[in-house]
DNA sequence: GTCTATACTGGGATAGAC
DNA sequence: GTCTATCCCAGTATAGAC
């Protein structure tokens, strides 16, 4: 359904030439919205195949499978997380600049790709961790429980369990969007994606987990 | 399939009568089981059938849907809850001690009562809330946003917007049950849910709750 | 590479005997 | 009240034309 000028090396192209490449990126991003909204189990292919208007056998002949779709997608999203992570240079700040930085620049990235965070929930209730435990090297709790070590080693922060303050650090930080669709009907005249809001999470966040570490 | 000696009013009884209340009763804790493994959508009825050792076409004669018994296994879960929180005694403790209390009382909860939890998650995450909203009236986050705001007249806590941190606090506590299947990949010998790591959560997530909040 | 049409299966719901 | 048998739709996956 993608059509571009020219075809890979830039020769002998017709005027309108289908591009395995592009689809396949746009059937990676309709699926990545239906498996945020639905999970593996939920999602369908139909949906999916809606959304890039290309069919649903297209979507088999470039992936095989709605389970072999779903890794994609589950191992782009990781790589693309870890690499926002990677550009933040957190190792060139001390620890508690470093820890306020990744906060802020952690729910930017959550609520800019809205999609990809669910998919983890999902993963994690639905399919019991199986796929999530293919790509745990790309996690971010390594990146938080560094800093949290470096921060008790440089006397910012105090004396805490690594492991389970990233735990609760990430719980402060995305619990808004995992029970947004709930706690939405007890502040009715609140939108929860809204600038206001959003901005009332965040600043609240990064408060409370700065005072939970520090000394 | 649920038999007693005697019958409701303990009269003429034959030696196996069928008890209607019991098998309800029994059908909702298999529900509630299935419910928070799977959520609405991936419950299979056939499953909740197999684990009360009654048929299928049981569950409809005394719930009518799938859909129905579900609403049965929310409200159920949500007066329990909101009775376990009325039973704290909260308003007869200052703010600081009524917080701290509630978190140790509440996570206890939520670890003995394994099944309640996962329910809320799957429904914000699948249902989007839609049957949440009709019992929002007995959530947690009135006791929580309550103390909160007594803690702040009487000085024990800093300012602070009494809903959002009253999902931080949310989050610190049960991020740890909702990602838990994700993370487990990233602690490979321990056991998330075995006494020692429930003490590191429940003692973590205190402390760094206590001071998040604290003047 | 892209489509239409269809085979096959899982699972919610119901009929009807006892 | 409880069972067995079955209807029927939704949804994954594939065959085969173009």
Redesign the interface.
């Known amino acids: 359904m993608v059509r571009k000028a020219h075809g890979k090396h830039g020769l002998k192209s017709p005027a309108l030439v289908r591009d395995a490449e592009a689809t396949r990126a746009h059937i990676l991003d309709a699926a990545e919205e239906e498996f945020a909204a639905?999970?593996l189990?939920?999602a369908r292919t139909e949906a999916i195949a809606a959304k890039t208007k290309v069919t649903k056998a297209m979507i088999y002949y470039y992936f095989e499978s709605k389970e072999k779709l779903y890794l994609s997608v589950l191992e782009r999203a990781f790589v693309q997380r870890f690499q926002m992570a990677q550009a933040m240079k957190l190792e060139s700040l001390p620890a508690d600049q470093a820890l306020e930085r990744f906060i802020r620049e952690f729910l930017d990235y959550t609520v800019k790709h809205r999609h990809q965070f669910?998919i983890?929930?999902?993963?994690?209730?639905?399919?019991?961790?199986k796929y999530?435990?293919k790509l745990?090297a790309l996690?971010l709790?390594g990146v938080v429980m560094g800093i949290l070590e470096r921060g008790m080693a440089e006397g910012f922060f105090r004396r805490?369990?690594p492991?389970?303050?990233a735990?609760?650090i990430?719980?402060?930080?995305?619990?808004?969007f995992?029970?947004?669709?709930?706690?939405?009907?007890?502040?009715p005249n609140k939108n929860l994606l809204g600038p206001q809001m959003l901005k009332?999470?965040i600043d609240?966040?990064v408060?409370?987990?700065m005072?939970?570490?520090?000394k």
Request: glycine letters at 14%; one cysteine or more.
């Open positions: 639905n999970g189990a939920g669910p983890f929930i999902h993963e994690a209730m639905q399919n019991k961790g999530y435990s745990g996690s709790y805490l369990d492991f389970h303050t735990v609760h990430f719980g402060s930080c995305v619990f808004y995992v029970s947004r669709e709930n706690i939405k009907s007890l502040v009332g999470h609240g966040a408060e409370f987990i005072r939970g570490v520090r």
